[in-house]
Structure formats: structure tokens, C-alpha cells
């Protein structure tokens, strides 16, 4: 399952096109697809911070997708359109959209406003871990390297996610058992396969790890 910060939902394929590109060229990584059943079944598969929905959409209208939406999405929607009339700015925010963008738009304005929501957005749900290419999202409790999903266990994400959190510290084993095991009866192996493995998913040369230190005699360090 892929990651996304925006999903742009909109039948005129040159200013999509125009406005991927120039996202992706921000880093905001971004998918552009052109109607209601692509929203979806996108959305099926990935996992997306923000969207940006136009309201004409062919056989289909960008209010009824929201409200569809926000039946089981909690994001920001953005709506973009050529349609001026207040009504409809008002219809747009009161059925669950968050702005709303008139065309014809200015990138650099709507990349801004854009940047401003996922920042908005991000630090209202999680803070997310970062180190190197990763992403620890606490919400999802998942790992993911450069936006494509790691599959992680349920012990080895809670062991990443401590070392992570205690980064730049020498962290005893007896930290390790206590606050990830909780103090059940845990063997040295036990933890050893587990930094093994987590070596294996995060280090480019597990053999030569450059996040998970071991301190001989002492525990582990964790270095970004």
C-alpha cells in the first residue's frame, strides 16, 4: 500500500497533469486520477493526507463523492472549480470541504495552501517518526520507506518505535525489557532475533548497521 500527500480528482487532464507535476517537483507526492470510481478504488489501495476535488466530473458531482467521502475519510478536501456562485462555496464547506479554490488557479498559491492543510493536518493527528528514507506513521502504526509500505510485526514495530523515540542514547537491554516487554520474562535471544530482524527491514547492510548500534556490555543506540 503506497502513501500519498494528495490525490487530485479532476476531469481536465492537462491542468491535472500541469498541477502532478508541479507538486511532485515541491515533493508533495501526489496521484492524479479523473473520476468518481478511480477516486475510490485508489483509495481503496493507498493510503492519501489531503484531496483535490472539482466539482464538474462528467456523470458525476464533487459534492456527492464529499459526502461520500466523509462517511469514512476524516481528511481535508479541497475543492477546485470554475463554478463562482457563493452557493456553491458555501454547499462546498458545509457538506465537509475544508477550502475552496477557484479557477483558474496559481500553483505556487494552491501549492501553499496545499502545504498549509497537510501541515495543519499532520501535526493535529501524529507526529510521525522520521529517520533516513522511513516514516514510523503512529497512527496507522506502520512503517513505510519512501512513501511503500514495510511489513512489520506487532513486537518489532514497538521495539522500532522506542528506539526511535529514545534516539542518540545509550538504551540498556532492562530499558528494553521493561518498556517494550513490560517486564514479562524475556530472554537476551528473544531480543537479539528481534534487532535482527528489524536490521533486516531497515538497514541497507544489517551486518553494518547504521541505526541500530549495539553497545557491548551496555544495550543499543539509536542514530538517525
Known sequence: MAKYDCLIVDDEETLSKNTLEYFNMFRVNSYWVKDEVSCFKFLENNI????????????SSGFEICKKLRVNY?????????????????????????????????LSVLLAKVKLALKKYKGET???????????DLNLKKLFFKDEEIQIKAMEYKLLVYLTQNKNKVITKNDLFRNVWNDMI??????????????????????????IITVWGSGYFFKD
Open 48 to 59: 492519501v493526507d489531503l484531496i483535490l476535488l472539482d466539482i464538474n466530473l462528467g456523470r
Open 74 to 106: 476524516d481528511i481535508p478536501i479541497i475543492f477546485i472549480s470554475a463554478r463562482t456562485n457563493d452557493d456553491d462555496v458555501l454547499l462546498a464547506l458545509n457538506i465537509g470541504g475544508d477550502d475552496y479554490i477557484q479557477k483558474p488557479y496559481s
Open 126 to 136: 501524529t507526529n510521525n517518526i522520521h529517520f533516513g528514507d522511513f516514516v514510523i
Open 186 to 211: 524475556t530472554s537476551d535471544g528473544t531480543l537479539n532475533v528481534h534487532i535482527r530482524r528489524l536490521r533486516e527491514k531497515i538497514e541497507k547492510d544489517p551486518n553494518n548497521p547504521e541505526h
